[in-house]
Each structure stands twice: as C-alpha cells, then as structure tokens.
T-cell receptor
Framework: SQQGEEDPQALSIQEGENATMNCSYKTSINNLQWYRQNSGRGLVHLILIRSNEREKHSGRLRVTLDTSKKSSSLLITASRAADTASYFC?????????????FGKGTKLSVKP | GAVVSQHPSWVICKSGTSVKIECRSLDFQATTMFWYRQFPKQSLMLMATSNEGSKATYEQGVEKDKFLINHASLTLSTLTVTSAHPEDSSFYICSARDVLAGGWGETQYFGPGTRLLVL
C-alpha cells in the first residue's frame, strides 16, 4: 500500500523560481527519503532526513520533516530546466518485506526555461 | 556511489513468451534485492523481495508463478515474466541494499529500470 502521498501531483514553474513539494505519510518512521526520477529512468536518491531531524539541506535542496503532522516538504531553490523530473518521497516499511521502501505517488515537476 | 545495473534496458516480446530481467549490484553485496513495477505516470509498487539463497517474498496480488525470482548470488537477482501478456507491459525496477551499510541498510540503490512491451 502507498505510504506517502505527495502534493501537488504536478507542478509547473519558470526557471529560477522555487519549487515546493509536500509529502504526507501514515505510520511511524525512522527516516524519510526523497528520490528523483527522470522520465522513463531509474530513481536517484536525493536526501534522507531522520525522524529526529527537522530540517536538512543539500545544495539547492531543503527538506523539512514534521513528525507530529506526519509530513515532509522538499524545496528546490533557484530551479533549473534540468530539475524537470518526478519527485517521490519514500518511507521504510519495517513491518513488511524486510524493510522495503514505500513510495508516494510523486510530484511531476516541470521547469520551463 | 554504489551501482546497480539492469539488463536488458528494454525488451519487446510477443504475447506468451517469457522474459528474463537481470539485476546486478556491481560493487557491493546485496543479500536483499527488491523488485518494483511502475505503470505510466504512477508510482513504484513493490512486487517482491528477493533474498539470496532462499525463496522470494511476494506482495499481495503478485503471482509468484507468473513472476519468477531467483537470487542465486549476493550480486545477482533475476525476474522472469513467464507467458507474458500485454497487461504485463510496464517499467520494472530493481533495487539492492548494501549489507555492509548496517542496520536496515538505509543505503538502497536503484537500477535504471527495464521497460517491457508485450505485443
């Protein structure tokens, strides 16, 4: 079953603008991860934030985590056309198949030059 | 970083034939590999968990006789789609966890995916 739910499902912005994507999840977590997927390609791990962290930065990426609301956000600053991709949040299913990742539905980001 | 490869990257086959997809961890050992399926514009759905030297664990609704998984070594898992039908057309992605990463192996690497089209 899907653990994470991202919103918006699709986001279209101009190059240089910031993009914010949100993710909500249902169960307790140890960490939450964000992945990127270019069209028809595999996934690339972007960032992992642990349950005891509230914010984490990596380059132009900023991730926040609110465990009380069971939600996370991914902010991409100063977006570029190359950031066009689908972004997924994922949580670890510790009670299921040996800790597989459960992915949200994803946000499709389109950055126009 | 660690690399996971998949072969083939895409395959077109006739209905009724079987297709084998390989997933390899290139520079680390993976006792556990995961197979996901992704339909167009949708998220990844776990199909099964592949364990080296033992039977795979399938998710509810996934036919084990349809999707045969073999994890013969610490670096190779294969998914065979038997008697493929057009509805099996999808993007199949494997991932592997680095056993040396410890704990739950939060370091999980994904293959580039295999696109299957069944005519």
């Amino acid at each position: 079953s899907q653990q994470g739910e991202e919103d918006p499902q699709a986001l279209s912005i101009q190059e240089g603008e910031n993009a914010t994507m949100n993710c909500s999840y249902k169960t307790s977590i140890n960490n939450l991860q964000w992945y990127r997927q270019n069209s028809g390609r595999g996934l690339v791990h972007l960032i992992l934030i642990r349950s005891n962290e509230r914010e984490k930065h990596s380059g132009r990426l900023r991730v926040t985590l609110d465990t009380s609301k069971k939600s996370s956000s991914l902010l991409i600053t100063a977006s570029r056309a190359a950031d066009t991709a689908s972004y997924f949040c994922a949580t670890r299913n510790y009670g299921g198949s040996q800790g597989n990742l459960i992915f949200g539905k994803g946000t499709k980001l389109s950055v126009k030059p | 970083g660690a690399v996971v490869s998949q072969h083939p990257s895409w395959v077109i086959c006739k209905s009724g034939t079987s297709v084998k997809i390989e997933c390899r961890s290139l520079d680390f050992q993976a006792t556990t590999m995961f197979w996901y399926r992704q339909f167009p514009k949708q998220s990844l759905m776990l199909m099964a968990t592949s364990n080296e030297g033992s039977k795979a664990t399938y998710e509810q609704g996934v036919e084990k006789d349809k999707f045969l998984i073999n994890h013969a070594s610490l670096t190779l898992s294969t998914l065979t789609v038997t008697s493929a039908h057009p509805e099996d057309s999808s993007f199949y992605i494997c991932s592997a966890r680095d056993v040396l990463a410890g704990g739950w192996g939060e370091t999980q690497y994904f293959g580039p995916g295999t696109r299957l089209l069944v005519l």
